[in-house]
């Protein structure tokens, strides 16, 4: 889906007008349905800073607006070309169905795909024994990784400000 159809699914899914989600996140007041309805008809992309305020609005990721062209069968088949050639996903058959892997042996990546995929299909697993509700799953999904237990996630600084410090303090690195 593309991002504009997110914003659509999960304002629909929240029960909020136009209006309202475009008020909320800083249009005035006379045109937040209209600029709304822009980014929803993807007559508008939104810049990250605009995703991140729909976002906060919608009480989701921003990572869950804004997802891979998948609107086709074509982007969908695509995308999962990808991750074979990043993530070593395979696709076999088991069981008379179509199955998805990953090569954890592919590399760092690929490992690290199979613990996210581990960890949804706890969390699939759980829902499936009623252990927690649809509402809860979809908190999950549509929160993570900010709510994934199974794994611990941290920020890392991107290289130019990694390089920016080195810079700072290379005359103290240099002394000891």
């Given at each position: ?16 007008t ?21 980014y ?68 760092r990546?690929?490992?690290?795909l199979?613990k ?7 969390q ?35 290289q130019?400000l ?9 005359d ?5």
């Open positions: 889906m593309a991002i504009s159809e997110r914003i659509h699914f999960f304002r629909l899914m929240r029960g909020i136009q209006k309202y989600l475009g008020t909320a996140i800083g249009f005035p007041e006379k045109s937040a349905d209209v600029r709304l309805a822009q929803e008809t993807g007559t508008r992309k939104p810049k990250a800073d605009l995703t991140n305020a729909l976002a906060q609005v919608l009480d989701v990721s921003p990572q869950a607006l804004d997802v891979p062209d998948i609107d086709s069968y074509i982007g969908l088949m695509h995308t999962l070309f990808t991750l074979e050639d990043i993530y070593g996903l395979t696709v076999s058959e088991a069981d008379g169905e179509v199955c998805l892997k990953v090569n954890k042996d592919k590399g990546e690929a490992y690290e199979l996210m995929l581990y960890a949804w299909k706890e699939a697993d759980k829902l499936s024994s009623e252990e927690i509700n649809r509402e809860e799953y979809d908190n999950w999904r549509y929160h993570y990784p900010e709510f994934d237990t199974t794994q611990r996630w941290a920020k890392v600084p991107s130019e990694s390089d920016a410090l080195v810079e700072a303090f290379k103290h690195l240099k002394d000891k």
